[in-house]
């Protein structure tokens, strides 16, 4: 079964990643924004330009989001780099042809 990691959802892939509770909350944040902007994020490629993406923007999402700290988003993009090192780069997850997003645009943070 193959699902886009939108779907996975941040509480699932902070749980695969093994991520800390203040690592899991950025995700959580990283996701919101991404669902905010209406962007579905398909593959780690999208998570990777997410991430940084947010990192980037980060004192301008601080006030509606909480603070992204540079560090905790390293630390994602490293549990990242590991799990694509042990051969999960967008083939365990990818894009279906349904998805929980229903008629959202299907842009990607890539677009961005």
Known sequence: ???????????MLARLLGLSEVQEGVLDIVFRIADDKQLLLIDLMDLRSMLNYVAEHAKEYETTYGKVSS?????????LISIEDEGARSSSVSPTSTSTTGSRARRTARAT
């Open 1 to 11: 079964m193959r699902i886009t990691v939108s779907d996975m959802g941040p509480t």
């Open 71 to 79: 560090q905790s988003v390293g630390a994602i993009l490293r549990k």
